[in-house]
């Protein structure tokens, strides 16, 4: 493992379903329940839906958290949860939910907006904690991966998307090395 680069355990992008981010909320609801059912069904592999501009480049991905940021317009104004709850200031946190009135209108009231947005409205792009370059090699994922919780990193050649290193896929792979070098099977 020690020698694997994330080339090696990638899943390019063009494996994945995919959005425009001209779409409205709706159009992504309803591509991620699609993309879900065809994963289920075992149509395909892949059920994280990627997001791309109008050039048709890959610029991040959508998941029903995100459904949830898009719906509630405030979440954009806060990203300081996961650091303030790391240091021991989650007693600050419970009080910025007051103060940006988060969830406060009526859950009505947002549906009804929800037609009124698109995807290029909420959607944020990959952050540096959830990208890697092809050539990186897999130790930097691990640390990625155990220390931001993202279930998926953008892999990147310069400046392009070109795919994306599942947590799951790292997992699976680590599974078989750990199993080989200790001479057992887990599963029996």
């Not at 680069?5 to 494996?15: A, E, F, I, P, S």
């Not at 709706?26 to 699609?34: P, Q, S, V």
């Not at 021991?88 to 009231?109: A, R, T």
Request: aromatic share 10%; glycine share 4%.
């Amino acid at each position: 493992m020690d020698k694997m680069k994330v080339r090696d355990l990638m899943v390019l992008t063009d494996r994945f379903p995919r959005i425009s981010d001209q779409a409205d909320y709706f159009d992504a609801l309803a591509a991620l329940e699609k993309a879900q059912q065809k994963y289920m069904a075992k149509e395909s592999e892949q059920r994280i839906l990627l997001v791309e501009n109008e050039k048709g480049k890959v610029i991040g991905k959508l998941s029903p958290i995100d459904l949830f940021r898009g719906l509630e317009t405030n979440y954009g104004r806060v990203n300081a949860e996961e650091t303030l709850t790391r240091f021991g200031f989650d007693y600050i946190w419970k009080s910025m939910e007051k103060d940006y009135n988060l969830w406060e209108n009526p859950f009505k009231d947002l549906c009804h907006k929800a037609k009124d947005i698109r995807i290029r409205d909420f959607m944020k792009e990959p952050s540096k904690g959830q990208s890697v370059h092809a050539d990186d090699n897999l130790l930097r994922c691990f640390h990625l991966f155990v220390m931001n919780r993202h279930d998926a990193l953008f892999v990147f050649d310069k400046d392009e998307i070109i795919g994306l290193l599942t947590f799951s896929d790292v997992f699976q792979k680590t599974s078989q090395v750990m199993k080989a070098c200790s001479g057992r099977s887990i599963l029996k």
